[in-house]
Every structure is written in structure tokens, then in C-alpha cells.
């Protein structure tokens, strides 16, 4: 016999296309990989789309879990379910504000490649398989500033492509 009827969330960023559902009777939603608890979710730009935007296509796609109610129980797919959707997208929010502000500091006056900045976006040492990561995630955070016209990019001699703060 048929459940509790589900609504799908379309969300974007994390992958091409992401669906999450949400069960209003039971006030449930599977978040997936939209919503973790305690990490925030791999953003990255892949070779597939070189020029993508997925950062924004998230954070745009974030807003979708504040048209649940505040105490959905949200089953993420790593971690924990918990519950407090709304200020876990604000948290996701912030986390990601706080790395456009570092890497525009840090532009203002250099112009520096993706791979130049990990060390100021991630803190920990990153080995091979977390670098291939932690580089997909830094170039959707440049490529969010530079389409939002805060930074300028150029290719270099080299191939290297190099951001500067606008």
C-alpha cells in the first residue's frame, strides 16, 4: 500500500541535479548530500563544465530547505540525522561568505592561481585524493567571486589560470 505522500526538492551545485524529499506528514526530509550536519557538502567545479558556476547554483539552491519547517528531521547522507534546518543553511551560508572574504583579502594586489590559495581555504594538510577535492572546491569559490565581478582572471603564459581582486 502507498506511504505518506512526498514532495521533491530540484537542487543544484553538489551535483548537476539533486533531488531531495520531503515528507510533510511525518516532517522528514532525505537531504542527501544537500544538507550534512556537521561538514559542509563538496561544491566543486569538474572537468565536464570547466566554466560552471556550482557554488552559486548551492547557495541558491540552500534557500529551497528554509521553505521547510524549522524542526524537520533532516536524514543527511553522512552524519547524523539532526534538526534545525533553517540555521544549518544559515551556517552553510556563512561558511562560505567567510572564504569569498579571505580570498578576496588575499587578492587585493596579487593575482594567484586556485592551487596558490588552498592552504588559505583549507587548513589541514591534504593528501593526493583530498587535493583533487579541495581544488574542484577552490576554483567554485573563484569562479563565484569572478562571475559576481569581484575578481578578474587571466590565463597565463604557463596555462595557469590567475585571479586578482576586482
Known amino acids: 500500500r ?6 521533491v526538492l530540484e537542487a543544484h551545485g553538489h551535483a548537476p541535479e ?3 524529499l ?12 544537500m544538507l550534512l550536519s556537521t561538514i559542509s557538502t563538496n561544491v566543486s567545479v569538474w572537468s565536464i563544465d570547466p566554466e560552471g558556476d556550482p557554488l552559486r ?13 524549522e524542526n524537520v528531521l533532516v536524514l543527511p ?24 572574504a579571505k580570498l578576496i583579502e588575499a587578492l ?14 583549507f587548513r589541514r594538510p591534504l593528501d593526493a585524493h583530498q587535493t583533487f577535492f579541495a581544488m574542484g ?13 569581484r575578481l578578474r582572471r587571466a590565463n597565463g603564459a604557463d596555462g595557469i ?6
Open 2 to 7: 502507498p506511504g505518506p505522500e512526498q514532495e
Open 161 to 166: 589560470m590567475r585571479y586578482a581582486a576586482s
Open 77 to 100: 547522507s553522512h552524519g547524523k540525522p539532526f534538526r534545525g534546518a533553517h540555521a544549518r543553511v544559515g551556517e552553510l551560508e556563512s561558511h562560505h561568505r567567510a572564504h569569498f
Open 57 to 69: 547554483l548551492f547557495l541558491e539552491s540552500l534557500k529551497r530547505y528554509r521553505e521547510l519547517p
Open 18 to 20: 539533486h533531488l531531495s
Open 137 to 149: 572546491e577552490a576554483i567554485a569559490h573563484l569562479h563565484y567571486l569572478y562571475y559576481g565581478g
Open 108 to 121: 587585493k594586489g596579487k593575482t594567484l592561481s586556485a592551487g596558490e590559495l588552498l592552504g588559505l581555504l
Open 22 to 33: 520531503y515528507c510533510e506528514a511525518l516532517n522528514v526530509v532525505i537531504a542527501g548530500d
